[in-house]
């Protein structure tokens, strides 16, 4: 009896302890899913947030790349408004093709640029106005204030303006109606001739439109020295043999 009770007893344990294993190990697997869904899970919210702080990087890149390109568009626009501004002479391809196609430029043009010319605004100039002579081709970055103006018989504006520098002065003058302009213009670096039509009109320096000939000695440019009073040099006797 004793042997059975103890062999009931061994038994029961026996069971016991396997169920307990049993649920040991169950609750492992029980345990190792969760961990493995909850781990499963993080892994999708980690790329869930990844993807969203991707997405958001990118739409902070494209609105970062749209107000600089707009940024930067309106600051080039700005500069183009500034630099047209006032600026009554600019090159143009098209003045070239039409005053070369009308016939009537000179023929001993050299070194010239054709320019686009803004009539209403020199028309419009008045006494005490500054005229802008922006001209990047010859170099000529200059503001002219305007002295005078008249109207000749024909009808044609004169336009006399001049400024200073370095105790020199430097005239402008400049004759325009609808349907043509003319101009003298002179500045440190040189003089120039400016003609054309009323939209467009080319202009060179004067020493290239009188390359070859030989230059008047009397008068002369007061900027280049050739008005400076000359030497006076006299005359040498003529010696007359056999009287």
């Given at each position: 009896m004793k042997k059975v009770l103890l062999i009931l007893?061994?038994?029961?344990?026996?069971?016991?302890?396997?169920?307990?294993?049993?649920l040991s190990n169950s609750d492992t697997g029980i345990?190792?899913?969760?961990?493995?869904?909850?781990?499963?899970a993080e892994q999708k919210e980690s790329a869930r947030l990844q993807?969203?702080?991707?997405h958001q990087q990118v739409q902070v890149k494209n609105v970062f790349s749209k107000q600089a390109d707009s940024i930067v568009n309106s600051i080039i626009e700005e500069i183009d408004n500034t630099l047209n501004e006032d600026t009554p002479f600019?090159?143009?391809?098209?003045?070239?093709?039409?005053l070369k196609a009308s016939g009537k430029l000179r023929e001993n043009l050299r070194g010239e640029v054709y320019l686009e010319i803004d009539?209403?605004?020199?028309?419009?100039?008045?006494?005490?106005?500054?005229?802008?002579?922006?001209?990047?081709?010859?170099?000529m970055y200059q503001d002219v204030v305007i002295e005078s103006t008249?109207?000749?018989?024909?009808?044609?504006?004169?336009?006399?303006a001049s400024f200073s520098l370095n105790d020199d002065i430097y005239?402008?003058?400049?004759?325009?109606?609808?349907?043509?302009?003319?101009?003298?213009?002179?500045?440190?670096?040189?003089?120039y001739s400016l003609a054309g039509n009323g939209q467009y009109a080319w202009m060179a320096e004067a020493r290239d439109l009188v390359h070859g000939a030989v230059p008047d000695q009397i008068g002369g440019n007061p900027h280049d020295g050739s008005a400076d009073p000359q030497?006076?040099?006299?005359?040498?006797?003529?010696?007359?043999?056999?009287?």
């Open positions: 007893v061994g038994l029961g344990i026996i069971l016991a302890s396997t169920l307990w294993l049993s345990d190792k899913n969760i961990k493995n869904k909850q781990t499963t993807h969203l702080v991707s600019t090159q143009s391809e098209t003045a070239e093709q039409v009539n209403d605004h020199i028309s419009s100039l008045k006494e005490g106005d500054k005229l802008e002579l922006a001209v990047p081709f010859f170099d008249q109207l000749d018989s024909r009808g044609n504006k004169i336009i006399n005239t402008t003058t400049i004759t325009i109606n609808d349907r043509a302009i003319y101009g003298h213009i002179e500045t440190p670096q040189g003089i030497p006076i040099i006299e005359p040498k006797p003529v010696v007359i043999i056999g009287k």
